[in-house]
């Protein structure tokens, strides 16, 4: 397990198909992937398929990667982890151990957008995340009367011109990231949670916190508890959003997402 319990820290990485061309064409880099994988990206014959999949693995492993050399000083290669789904959808990554396959003990998420792939981790057992990635786009009003709450329908009435998309992007992005951190995804009505962009929509460069509210019933009786942090920034044409979902002790010891890629 990776230890980062006096620093907990939410890990993300965001990777284009500039960093390995094949990945454009669906095709999978040399030593990326564990024979399992091999054998699940045979079963996908569409390219769009094959292309988002496997940029959710490329940025995946050279997160984890990245994050178990610096707690252990071991660089482990890409193809001696597998990303995998469990049952509901939601990934887990292993590795290659002299024994056999061993689940490392974080919470990971996965997004793809065109040619981007964004990832995030938590270390530990104790939160789940939620990582998301959408594409500034204009958006029709009945995505928003349908999937938005009355009050996340009023914050779009408000906005106007290309704040409108931002705006738009950024609720749609942050409620996935949401479902996501809960592993229901979109099977959750998504007017279960509520995102509000209080300072506006002026593209941030950093993480900035967005405000979050959320129906408890979407939470595992387990959890119940639990509280959302949720944050984003835009990069390039795309809104990134993630959402950490953990009990409020964790949730206010944990520091800074901004670590450099
Ligand atoms: C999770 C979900 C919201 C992702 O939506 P998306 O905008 O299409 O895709 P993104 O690129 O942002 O994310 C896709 C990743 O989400 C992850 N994911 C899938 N189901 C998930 C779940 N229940 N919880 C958390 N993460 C999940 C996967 O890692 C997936 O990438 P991969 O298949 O390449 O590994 C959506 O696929 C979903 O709700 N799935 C579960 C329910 C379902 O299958 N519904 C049918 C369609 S409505």
Redesign the pocket.
Known sequence: MISTINQPRLHWLLQTTAAAPELAGGIAPPELLHPIEAAQLDRFRVIKRRR??L???WTAKHLIRSVLESETGIRHPLDAMV?Q?DP????FASLTTTSGLDRLLISL?????EHSGFCACWPGEDAQV?????LIEPRDWPLVETFFTANEQAQVQAASGNEKDILTTAIWSGK?AM?????????ADTRQVDCHFPNGVASPDRWQPFQARWDTAILPSAQSHFIFRTEWRVIGQHVLTLALLAAPDTIQRYSSMDIPN
């Not at 509901?88 to 990934?91: S, Y």
């Not at 998420?109 to 957008?113: A, P, R, T």
């Not at 939620?130 to 959408?134: F, R, S, T, W």
């Open positions: 988002d999949w940029l959710g693995r990303i789904a509901d959808g939601a990934p998420s996965i997004s793809h957008s939620g990582a998301d990635i959408e996935e479902l996501k951190a809960t592993r229901t995804g979109l099977r």
